[in-house]
């Protein structure tokens, strides 16, 4: 009996004195980085891993400056070079592609110029799945190279075509716009004029839309926007329409497609190219919830859904439409303080959002609910530390120290990534800016930390 209550009594002053730690707290020195190379992981662990070999100037690839990074619609990798008149194209093994087996020909973007001539320093691109390759610089204007045209080749431009009315009226017309309102009106097309002649525009980048424009200008400005201010810092394309960041009039800029031209192309395919007109402000200027102040990067979801980031006070992200938007207070992706200058955003194929945070030097990934999920481009690093415990002894406390070492992670690999893509495998490519390189990682449970490419 006595013995048991000594058990007892024993049992009563461990839970005491547990008690007394939890109470008092665990105080921590500053940490010491032990290792600043390798991560290092748990088994199970899962967590992305670097890719190798980095897309750098010791492995040939030769980046000024990387500024934006996107997957292309047929799976090839475009990369903006800011201080350069160039985008980089490299396929899905990692090679550079000026002119491939397939027929593909990018040879006009390794010295992007206007069709004055002037070249052009690329700052935002986005492909639609028409293979038009979006190019913004950050101008009041928008140009668009077209990939497929470049494979196949023009052969003709429709430069007349003839329409028969519903009381068999002929016509021949040779504006778009006239063309396209009398097909509305149920008019068909009887007979097509082809000339050979000026077919070089079509297979070089070309103005999709400037607000310059005399007819445009006036069109821009009846939206409350300065046509000779925009400054176009993104671009995101899905279905006939593309949306443009524009970051001195704080709006994000509608484009609706109208037909440009007919094309006979050299296999015999009669094609219709496209211009932009602003045709809404999708989302206005303020600093609450949906709206913009200094916005960037921009992207659109399988559904229809876009996501903007900003450098304006208040939310870096943004989701305008879609089945449920982000709340503030109860979705992480909207933390005030989580971001220092996040200036992309982009979407996997699981909806999973990338945030590239740039002056954090980090890739955030967020859940397609807005839940934080993972750092990416970090090192998991071991720190050493001394826990100090405060533990009751005989009516006295007694400071108890006794070293340890944790995990933590640490920004030490990326400077300043201004942009952040996934393909349809996972691989998620960072244009990491400031170190001229482009990095690839992917998520595993494996111990390893690199892969052969």
């Given at each position: 009996m006595i013995l048991s209550r000594q058990i007892w009594l024993s049992r009563l002053m461990i839970l005491i004195l547990l008690l007394f730690i939890v109470a008092c707290g665990v105080k921590f020195d500053l940490p010491t980085a032990t290792n600043k190379e390798t991560p290092v992981f748990g088994a199970?662990?899962?967590?992305?891993?670097?890719?190798?070999?980095?897309?750098?100037?010791?492995?040939?690839?030769?980046?000024?400056?990387?500024?934006?990074?996107?997957?292309?619609?047929?799976?090839?990798l475009f990369i903006a070079d800011h201080d350069r008149p160039y985008i980089h194209v490299i396929s899905a093994a990692g090679s550079e592609t000026i002119i491939d087996t397939y027929g593909n020909d990018f040879t006009e973007l390794t010295d992007l110029a206007d069709p004055q001539g002037n070249s052009v320093f690329p700052m935002a691109i986005a492909q639609d799945i028409q293979l038009n390759l979006f190019i913004a610089d950050s101008s009041n204007r928008l140009l668009v190279w077209n990939q497929y045209l470049n494979n196949v080749g023009v052969d003709s431009l429709a430069v007349s075509i003839q329409l028969r009315s519903p009381d068999n009226d002929l016509l021949w017309v040779s504006n778009y716009d006239s063309i396209v309102?009398?097909?509305?009106?149920?008019?068909?097309?009887?007979?097509?004029?082809?000339?050979?002649?000026?077919?070089?525009?079509?297979?070089?980048?070309?103005?999709?839309?400037?607000?310059?424009?005399?007819?445009?200008?006036?069109?821009?400005?009846?939206?409350?926007?300065?046509?000779?201010?925009?400054?176009?810092?993104?671009?995101?394309?899905?279905?006939?329409?593309?949306?443009?960041?524009?970051?001195?009039?704080?709006?994000?800029?509608?484009?609706?497609?109208?037909?440009?031209?007919?094309?006979?192309t050299g296999t015999g395919e009669q094609i219709l190219v496209y211009r932009g007109t602003m045709t809404e402000r999708t989302v206005s200027n303020g600093t609450g919830n949906g709206t913009v102040n200094d916005p960037r990067g921009i992207a659109h979801d399988q559904n229809g859904a876009f996501y903007y980031t900003q450098w304006g006070e208040n939310f870096s992200v943004?989701?305008?439409?879609?089945?449920?938007?982000?709340?503030?207070?109860?979705?992480?992706?909207?933390?005030?303080?989580?971001?220092?200058?996040?200036?992309?955003?982009?979407?996997?194929?699981?909806?999973?959002?990338?945030?590239?945070?740039?002056?954090?030097?980090?890739?955030?990934?967020?859940?397609?609910?807005?839940?934080?999920?993972?750092?990416?481009?970090?090192?998991?690093?071991?720190?050493?530390?001394?826990?100090?415990?405060?533990?009751?002894?005989?009516?006295?406390?007694?400071?108890?120290?006794?070293?340890?070492?944790?995990?933590?992670?640490?920004?030490?690999?990326?400077?300043?990534?201004?942009?952040?893509?996934?393909?349809?495998?996972g691989v998620v490519y960072i244009a990491d800016t400031k170190n001229n390189r482009v990095m690839r990682y992917r998520l595993s449970t494996e111990l390893d930390y690199s892969t052969d490419n």
């Open positions: 199970g662990d899962t967590s992305y891993i670097r890719i190798s070999p980095d897309w750098d100037t010791d492995n040939s690839y030769s980046f000024s400056s990387p500024w934006d990074v996107i997957v292309g619609t047929d799976g090839y309102m009398l097909q509305v009106n149920d008019w068909s097309i009887e007979n097509i004029e082809w000339s050979s002649d000026d077919l070089e525009q079509w297979l070089s980048p070309r103005l999709f839309w400037d607000a310059g424009d005399s007819q445009e200008a006036l069109n821009v400005s009846s939206y409350y926007v300065d046509p000779d201010s925009v400054h176009v810092t993104g671009v995101s394309a899905y279905g006939d329409k593309c949306l443009l960041s524009d970051t001195h009039s704080n709006a994000i800029l509608g484009l609706s497609y109208i037909p440009a031209a007919l094309l006979m943004h989701k305008i439409g879609g089945s449920h938007g982000f709340e503030y207070g109860e979705d992480d992706i909207m933390d005030i303080e989580r971001y220092d200058h996040a200036s992309d955003v982009s979407l996997d194929q699981g909806g999973n959002i990338y945030v590239a945070d740039t002056g954090h030097d980090r890739i955030q990934q967020f859940t397609s609910a807005g839940k934080f999920a993972f750092n990416i481009g970090m090192s998991r690093v071991f720190v050493d530390s001394t826990i100090s415990d405060s533990i009751l002894i005989n009516s006295e406390y007694q400071q108890i120290e006794r070293d340890t070492t944790f995990q933590v992670e640490v920004a030490d690999i990326l400077s300043s990534p201004r942009s952040v893509a996934i393909d349809a495998t």
